[in-house]
């Protein structure tokens, strides 16, 4: 891969996490959902903005209209000017335009965005390709390859995949695609809970597509979850604290001249206050273990993703050619390549029928 090129980016949520964090952001994290009912935006929240992932098609059903008035000067927008940058422009477009006291965007994006604010989208488009940063943190998920292909060997009907982002902002919800010339309006919302109406819109996308196409991903962006159930420890530590200091003072004779933490007087229900901040401690001290797990998963399988796997695939097909092993299991292989292009040939096919 030249200097210049933009590797292709798995969408992950472990993967999105630590570009996001190579970018300097902290506060916030990446999450997959996995179904558009409420209770799952409700167990995120807060949520900053969504990023979703589907096979492009060259004609798009109409959704919304592009701004093209005074809204811009409230919305960053980049256009995508390079190939295979769509997954670090939706993070990009997402990010700079979130306002939420979480999320702190480091001194990389925050200099960005004061830089590129005069310029028209296709500029902000070229300053994120030129940015050394945010190229080489979005490259280190590159793969290595033993060969250069030539991209123009593609088929023109190849599955292509795109990343675009919803967000919220001053209660509208936009879509930001860097394939448009804008962003998409797609209507008023509830500042504090646009998950609402945003539901409906990938409902509507999705249903465009032809019945078994499960060619979709969707995540979010949210509050990094160990700090938020950091906060959440300490307010239930100090509930059960102020309440066992409540109960000496009373076993004591001491009379509080005021008292405004809202706490019982009687020495039994201020019992019940400790032991229910107890039982709510070990619950979020067991979510924070499994968060801990999580991101350590997460750091162990990025560092596969980026790990060169070159000389021990050389060395193995080394092995495989002098056992006599090497020249059928290509065969074999190319056999099978070859009926997986008849069944996807078939199915294309049968869904024209069918469009028909």
């Not at 006291?101 to 300053?127: I, Q, W, Y």
Request: with cysteine; hydrophobic share 35%; net charge negative.
């Amino acid at each position: 891969m030249s200097a210049g090129d933009w590797c292709l980016v798995e969408s992950d949520p472990g993967v999105f996490t630590e570009l996001i964090r190579e970018f300097g952001v902290q506060g916030a994290q990446v999450e997959e959902v996995w179904s558009l009912d409420e209770q799952s935006f409700e167990n995120l929240k807060p949520v900053h903005g969504l990023i979703f992932l589907y096979k492009w098609r060259s004609e798009e059903p109409a959704q919304g209209s592009v701004v093209q008035d005074s809204r811009l000067e409230d919305i960053f927008f980049a256009k995508q000017v390079i190939k295979n940058a769509c997954a670090t422009l939706a993070i990009l477009n997402l990010l700079l335009n979130t306002s939420h006291p979480d999320v702190t965007l480091g001194s990389t994006l925050s200099e960005f965005k004061e830089f590129t604010l005069p310029l028209d989208p296709s500029s902000r488009g070229l300053a994120v390709t030129n940015s050394d940063h945010i190229r080489k943190a979005h490259n280190s998920f590159s793969r290595q390859q033993m060969f250069e292909f030539d991209e123009q060997l593609a088929k023109k009907d190849d599955d292509v995949f795109h990343f675009v982002a919803y967000v919220e902002v001053k209660g509208r919800l936009y879509e930001l695609d860097g394939l448009k010339e804008g962003p998409v309006d797609l209507g008023k919302c509830d500042e504090g809970d646009w998950l609402k109406t945003v539901k409906p819109v990938l409902d509507q996308r999705i249903q465009s597509y032809t019945a078994g196409e499960i060619h979709f991903n969707l995540m979010a962006i949210v509050t990094d979850r160990k700090m938020q159930l950091e906060r959440q420890i300490t307010l239930s530590e100090s509930q059960r604290d102020m309440a066992a200091k409540r109960i000496e003072a009373l076993i004591a004779g001491e009379v509080a001249m005021e008292d405004s933490s809202g706490l019982p007087s009687d020495p039994a229900e201020l019992q019940t206050v400790i032991e229910e901040a107890e039982t709510q401690l070990a619950s979020l001290q067991e979510k924070m273990a499994e968060e801990t797990s999580k991101l350590e998963r997460y750091k162990l399988e990025n560092i596969r993703r980026k790990h060169n796997y070159l000389p021990l695939i050389m060395e193995l097909l080394k092995i495989l050619a002098r056992r006599g092993q090497l020249v059928p299991l290509v065969e074999q292989a190319k056999r099978k390549k070859q009926q997986q292009r008849e069944q996807k040939e078939k199915k294309n096919t049968a869904s024209a029928e069918t469009a028909k």
